[in-house]
């Protein structure tokens, strides 16, 4: 008889990712589905994450807590702050000493496990501690940048980011800011975010919030979600709906999201409703938990945000068979092929932005043919699956440095 095959070792990989408080964050969320659909045949999974108080798990716990194949590492690294590097007074050190030793712990931990690789986000506080633990452990720290580098950027993020050993960037546009902030192209490795799928499916029945919000079933609907601050574009959207209602009278605008303000933002919000007459077209609902019943029922999503990473939202609009309306900047064009699964404007241009929500609104055999492109367009390149084989091949390359980097179109 031969000898049986000898079946190839798995690769442990570290997920770093501390936040306490709620809601999840986008970059948590990705981190999270990442876990979940890592191939547990190829890699050991082990998380480093805050549990919180008996009784009240962070979401980042409760989201992975009874993940099979998948080893928890308890941690507190401290209070929620950008952890910029400098000296301070050995009583502020004393405060941290729960954030020492679960450093230490996690740093015991890589050791006995042999992990190759830690990930974490471009949180100051993580992405800090990891390059540190990469340094004290001689691990590959990899930096899952969800937004561009800049000098906005606490001082650590900057020096843990330029020390990292490698970078994934959620765009090319990210990767583009990372170049021009001095950070080596070789170090940087392209995956674009994913959405699980299957919960961004068209509903058939349309009715249910429209009879909510007391909107016809024939009367154009238009949707928007996103948090409100200024780089959102909520308020250009709005000045857009003013247009659009010039021509098309019951258009609704819907708008999703909470105020990160303090309420200053969402306080400018009515008064540009109220200035512009738009008290029976726009309405906000506050943040909710439901989008995909909103998404279900409208007829184009819209949201004219400036230089966005990503947009998660456009892509999970796309899956809804929804066209979107946006900007040609950031990483929108790289989610929102302009023309086919949506109409991009310039920023600045509000007149263009008017413009294509009156051309969606206008032709109902347009809004389906680009409604079913960037559904299968998201099918075909924006899932959580494609996502995970995308960081499977990156933990690969730097694990195995003799391995080509893998290489990704830009779709």
């Not at 964050?25 to 876990?35: F, K, L, N, P, R």
């Not at 995956?191 to 009715?207: C, Q």
């Not at 068979?321 to 310039?346: D, H, K, Y």
């Not at 609104?361 to 367009?377: A, I, K, N, S």
Request: charged share 25%.
């Amino acid at each position: 008889m031969g000898t049986p095959p000898q079946q190839a070792s798995r690769t442990p990989v570290l997920l770093v990712n501390t936040p306490t408080l709620a809601p999840m964050g986008a970059d948590t969320w990705i981190h999270v589905e990442i876990i979940r659909a890592l191939d547990r045949s190829r890699f050991d999974v082990h998380v480093a994450c805050s549990a919180g108080p008996p009784g009240t798990p962070t979401p980042m716990y409760a989201a992975i807590a009874d993940l099979p194949n998948t080893e928890i590492l308890c941690v507190n690294f401290g209070r929620e702050r950008s952890g910029d590097i400098g000296v301070r007074r050995f009583s502020e050190v004393m405060k941290d000493l729960p954030a020492i030793v679960s450093f230490f712990k996690v740093a015991v931990h890589i050791r006995r496990e042999r992990i190759p690789i830690i990930h974490t986000v471009s949180r100051p506080r993580d992405a800090l501690a990891c390059v540190l633990l990469g340094r004290i452990t001689r691990t590959k720290c990899l930096i899952h940048m969800h937004v561009a580098f800049g000098e906005w950027m606490s001082r650590s993020l900057r020096w843990s980011v330029r020390h990292a050993d490698g970078l994934v960037a959620i765009s090319q546009f990210v990767r583009d800011s990372l170049v021009s902030g001095g950070v080596p192209s070789e170090r940087i490795f392209l995956a674009h975010n994913g959405i699980v799928f299957k919960d961004w499916t068209p509903a058939a029945d349309r009715s249910e919030v429209r009879r909510e919000l007391q909107i016809p079933m024939s009367g154009p609907l238009v949707v928007s979600v996103s948090r409100l601050f200024r780089n959102k574009g909520t308020a250009e959207l709005v000045r857009a709906i003013a247009v659009v209602r010039n021509e098309i009278p019951d258009v609704k605008l819907v708008v999703i999201g909470r105020d990160t303000s303090g309420g200053t933002y969402l306080s400018e919000l009515h008064k540009i409703v109220e200035d512009e007459g738009l008290q029976d077209n726009v309405t906000f609902v506050g943040q909710r938990s439901d989008v995909p019943r909103f998404m279900a029922a409208a007829d184009v999503f819209a949201m004219p945000s400036f230089e966005e990473p990503f947009g998660i939202v456009f892509a999970e609009a796309m899956a809804m068979q929804l066209p979107v309306v946006a900007l040609n900047n950031g990483g929108t064009p790289e989610v929102v092929t302009n023309g086919s699964a949506g109409l991009l404007s310039e920023p600045g241009d509000d007149k263009t932005l008017a413009e294509n929500l009156l051309t969606l609104l206008r032709d109902p055999d347009l809004r389906q043919q680009v409604g079913t492109y960037g559904r299968e367009r998201v099918k075909n390149h924006f899932t959580v699956e494609h996502m995970a084989r995308a960081l499977e091949a990156i933990y690969e390359t730097m694990a195995d440095p003799t391995l080509e980097p893998p290489r990704h179109s830009r779709h």
